[in-house]
């Protein structure tokens, strides 16, 4: 639905992220057949597969469905970009609902978890293990920030390009962006804290 002025419009169909699964799935199976070759472990491509899901569930979340509307619609009467919204009012958090918060938190932190286990170093002896892991502490933090910001920025732009064409009615917001950081970096966390109980992990996958 998009809301220009007092009117609203209808999209004659709308893309659904059915086709997104469908795509992840064939490259999982591609990437599965791939590493089996290099005796991955079992335990490996199950992780894998999760990652592959969380990214059509966060595309599914973020992206579809997608506005569809006929080429001679009414709605490009008004010409282009005219539902455009962009926010870049950080205070605007304080007025937001604690599940629409946690929400943002919780959507990023599967990223920053599940990429740090699949690029564990499979290659270090049980000794070298604690090492490596206080010497990758820093980079890994580094790494997340990174993952996480270029990520959520990506998905914000992508809205506000679909906002523009009245493929969605999303907005690009600037808080979205923090609090998609702030949870990559506490998926991070997770993932160190796990690590550090369980330090053979990084040879068990």
Do not use: C
């Not at 990437?31 to 005796?39: K, L, Q």
């Amino acid at each position: 639905m998009i809301h220009i002025g007092n009117q609203l419009y209808q999209p004659h169909d709308q893309l659904n992220s059915g086709i997104v699964f469908a795509l992840l799935l064939i490259i999982f199976v591609i990437m599965v057949i791939r590493r089996r070759s290099r005796n991955v472990s079992f335990i490996h491509l199950i992780i894998l597969g999760v990652f592959f899901l969380y990214l059509g569930v966060l595309l599914s979340l973020t992206i579809f469905p997608i506005n569809l509307f006929a080429p001679n619609s009414a709605v490009y009467q008004h010409g282009l970009g005219q539902q455009m919204v962009i926010s870049v009012n950080i205070l605007d958090i304080f007025n937001w609902q604690k599940t629409q918060i946690i929400g943002n938190l919780l959507l990023f932190m599967p990223l920053t978890f599940l990429t740090s286990l699949l690029n564990r170093p499979r290659d270090l002896t049980r000794k070298r293990i604690a090492t490596a892991n206080r010497k990758s502490l820093y980079s890994g933090w580094y790494r997340a920030f990174h993952l996480s910001f270029l990520v959520s920025g990506s998905i914000e732009l992508t809205q506000l390009v679909m906002s523009y064409f009245y493929l969605s009615n999303r907005v690009f917001d600037f808080a979205d962006l923090i609090l998609n950081t702030i949870g990559g970096l506490l998926g991070y966390l997770v993932f160190a804290l796990v690590v550090k109980k369980i330090p053979s992990l990084a040879t068990d996958l």
